[in-house]
């Protein structure tokens, strides 16, 4: 270890480099978890399908947004889905079906 003490301890002269990598870990926790789950998957499109809404609900997590409300939504509006699917993305996909200028939280006018 002492042959190798100035490599180990290069990040400490880095200011503002983070003294874990807890974020990382978390983000490969998941896939690990999803490749573990998909040996279950009965088929390879029944994977396709897994890996489809894995990748959906990560997003989602990423950006804040609840994963149950966003598919559910997705559902709802299947049929606007083809025909603009850059306005359906999890950190957009509120204004696709809230007009320019209302909302619908009462509390906000």
């Known amino acids: 270890m ?10 400490l ?12 870990e ?3 926790k998941r896939a690990i978890l999803h490749r573990k789950n998909a040996l ?5 499109h029944g994977a396709h399908v897994g890996d489809l809404f894995m990748s959906l609900i990560y997003t989602c997590q990423l950006y804040d947004v609840n994963s149950f409300d966003y ?9 606007e889905l083809p ?3 850059q306005q ?7 204004e696709a ?3 320019t200028g209302t909302t619908t939280d009462p509390a906000r006018g």
């Open 26 to 28: 978390r983000a490969l």
């Open 40 to 44: 279950f998957y009965m088929s390879e």
């Open 2 to 11: 002492l042959k190798h003490w100035n490599k180990l301890t290069l990040f």
């Open 13 to 24: 002269r880095e200011p503002g480099a983070p003294l874990d990598n807890n974020i990382t």
């Open 83 to 85: 025909s603009r699917p």
């Open 71 to 79: 598919l559910t939504e997705l559902l709802r509006h299947a049929d």
């Open 97 to 99: 079906f809230e007009p």
């Open 88 to 94: 359906w993305m999890p950190w957009n996909y509120r």
